[in-house]
């Protein structure tokens, strides 16, 4: 067959005798019994039960997590490709011949690959749970240097239709099909010249049952990729017992728990890994509608996988008041220095609890959540990489280009070290710190010490229900942060959150500062008892006392009111009288009703009534970018972290 007998996407083409609709995704075909088109028109809800199992041929839903993960598999080849090469300097003439070829195939046109020749530097692919077989299709068909994907299924119906796109695909020579339990297949590959570069897990549900086998199939440095559809499990609290058992954590309520799923998926990998030598490093951590999709390199190193019981928390959560937390890690990492002044680490016993058994903000109680991953959840050079290849690739093919690059954006600007850069700084790197040539490709290693310091986000409606104000305006409550040095961004999950490296002790004095400076509360709407109630208690006394506000008033009507000197004089003495007794009535009433107060400990580290809080939009709406110097980081430093940087209690 030749490339103009492969028909026009979403037309009736007649293959081996039976007519079929054709799907184009990406650069791969996807061949369709008429029946099956129906059905997967859209994944509604009320499809009969036989057409939902038919829409498990193709998910247009799911091409987002398609497109991004090709770039995504693709950047890290290039880094693969690119450290073979540096690993052996003389490369022969020929192959780089053929890469050229084959580079200026996928970028000028739209021809199949031609799978006549294989790669002698190779690059294998596990598509572990592969159903249509579609994935497999796609990174045959569009990552250059692919020299092998294995499609793994286990129903044979499921393999005879991918047997016959890859025929129709011609990509027989890149696309070994397999029936079988992926699991069963991934141990029988744990010899060393038998493991893959990258494994795909993408079930329909938890990855959880098959990262154990995962993690020893691939790789020193392999690429891990794991889909997880089971939101309901892993970011709610409806089934706490359930994500325990499938992931080794316990999930949080609230806005964060999308984050706090991130962090439990990846603790299970880690467990797994942990217990083989080996350690994990998230790449890319995305929570995307119902589902988690990660990326994660997985190192063999015992002396990195030491740095996991540190790189673990718990949280508390003040989930039934006012949604602050406070994190656990669960063992102590610190760094010294030997006698020649090399550094070391030392791993020991964390203090605990870090947090009351009341929320110190509102004295409301908390909830425990995880243990779960305490580190990064992303590599900015990976992510910055594949931002960087976006605009060379073709958006015919990358359909949904537009949202890759948003999530991707929004993800590595969630890394707070990022500055304020004015637009027309264009802060040039200095020659000799940007890399040329194959080192470009390399993706630094996150240092496998940093534990995450300022984890979690929150939202604004949220918060502002707690004191029952007005919703702050996002641009004005990020420029308040600022104005008081504060760093802050927002989370790739959900729009208009705040992560922020201040305190929560300094978020509710700018919340309570929004109350008196623009958002009033109603009198008589925060009732005794509640959050909002533990929050406001904590006023700024002298500015929104309300017996020294009534007070002022009174004075100001007697000095305009009063007929003369001694009716004035009366009259203020009037009120100094009422309000005394106010006053002392206030003080007796709240010695016998504050016992929440009693169980709360202030953060002595800020005194926040001295804040000067400022409601600054336009510091708000200030953009922050990248440092080319950082971005184009190549090696990670000799010494991995500043002394201290991932002890201590990471309280917020
Ligand atoms: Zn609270």
């Not at 350690?279 to 996991?308: C, G, N, T, W």
């Not at 004035?568 to 016998?592: F, G, M, P």
Request: aromatic share 8%; glycine share 6%.
């Amino acid at each position: 067959m030749s490339s103009n007998e492969v028909a026009s996407p979403d037309s009736e083409v007649q293959y081996r005798g039976k007519s079929y609709r054709v799907i184009k995704e990406g650069r791969a075909y996807i061949l369709k019994p008429p029946a099956e088109t129906a059905a997967t028109q859209a994944t509604r809800r009320d499809l009969k039960p036989e057409d939902k199992d038919q829409t498990v041929f193709y998910n247009p839903i799911q091409q987002f997590n398609r497109d991004l993960t090709v770039l995504a598999i693709r950047v890290y080849g290039e880094h693969v490709m690119a450290k073979n090469k540096l690993a052996n300097k003389h490369t022969p003439k020929s192959r780089t011949k053929k890469r050229k070829r084959e580079d200026e195939q996928v970028k000028g046109t739209e021809e199949l690959p031609d799978t006549q020749h294989v790669d002698p530097c190779p690059f294998t692919i596990l598509d572990a749970l592969s159903a249509s077989g579609l994935r497999a299709l796609r990174y045959a068909s569009e990552i250059p240097f692919v020299t092998r994907v294995v499609a793994n299924d286990l129903s044979s119906s499921a393999i005879q239709s991918m047997k016959l796109n890859i025929e129709y695909n011609r990509l027989e020579n890149l696309i070994q099909p397999n029936t079988g339990d992926a699991r069963m297949y991934m141990y029988r590959h744990v010899e060393e010249r038998k493991k893959f570069d990258v494994i795909d897990l993408d079930p329909y549900g938890s990855a959880a049952p098959f990262i154990d086998a995962a993690v020893q199939g691939i790789k020193d440095e392999g690429l891990l990729c794991i889909t997880c559809t089971d939101a309901g499990v892993w970011a709610s609290n409806g089934y706490p017992e359930k994500s325990f058992a499938l992931y080794g954590g316990i999930p949080m309520k609230g806005l964060h728990s999308h984050e706090g799923g991130l962090r439990l998926i990846l603790n299970s990998v880690a467990i797994a890994a942990g217990k083989y030598g080996l350690a994990i490093e998230p790449l890319l951590s995305l929570s995307i509608d119902f589902y988690a999709r990660l990326f994660v390199r997985i190192h063999r190193s015992p002396a990195q996988a030491k740095f996991m019981s540190g790189n673990t928390m718990v949280v508390y959560n003040c989930d039934s008041g006012c949604g602050a937390w406070t994190t656990q890690p669960l063992t102590q990492t610190r760094q010294k220095l030997d006698k020649k002044g090399n550094p070391f680490y030392h791993f020991g016993l964390a203090q605990a609890p870090t947090g009351n058994q009341k929320c110190e903000h509102c004295g409301m109680k908390t909830h425990l959540s995880g243990p779960m991953w305490a580190g990064p959840l992303h590599n900015s050079d990976f992510i910055q990489k594949i931002l960087d290849l976006l605009p060379q690739v073709d958006r015919d093919v990358y359909q949904t280009l537009d949202r890759v690059e948003g999530m991707l954006t929004t993800a590595l600007e969630e890394d707070l070290s990022l500055q304020i850069i004015p637009e027309n700084d264009q802060s040039p790197a200095s020659e000799d710190t940007a890399p040329t040539g194959d080192s470009l490709h390399i993706i630094a290693r996150t240092d496998p010490a940093l534990r995450e310091p300022h984890p979690f986000y929150f939202g604004l409606a949220s918060i502002s229900k707690v004191i029952h104000t007005t919703t702050v305006p996002y641009y004005e409550f990020l420029g308040a942060l600022r104005h008081l040095g504060y760093r802050c961004t927002r989370s790739h999950t959900k729009p208009n959150t705040v992560r922020t490296d201040a305190p929560w002790t300094v978020i509710w004095e700018i919340m309570r500062e929004w109350a008196r400076q623009k958002g009033p509360i109603k009198e008589g709407s925060i009732r005794p008892g509640t959050a909002g109630a533990g929050i406001m208690a904590k006023s700024r006394k002298l500015q929104i006392n309300p017996q020294l506000t009534a007070l002022r008033q009174e004075l100001i009507t007697a000095s305009e009111d009063g007929k003369d000197v001694p009716d004035l004089i009366t009259r203020v003495e009037a009120a100094l009288y009422r309000s005394r007794s106010q006053c002392s009535l206030d003080s007796s009433t709240e010695l016998s009703a504050g016992n929440a107060r009693d169980t709360r400990t202030d953060n002595s580290s800020v005194d926040c009534s001295k804040l000067d809080v400022v409601f600054d939009e336009s510091l708000g709406r200030q953009t922050r970018r990248r440092k080319r110097l950082v971005r184009y980081q190549v090696n990670p430093r000799a010494n991995w972290g500043p002394l201290g940087r991932a002890s201590g209690g990471a309280r917020r």
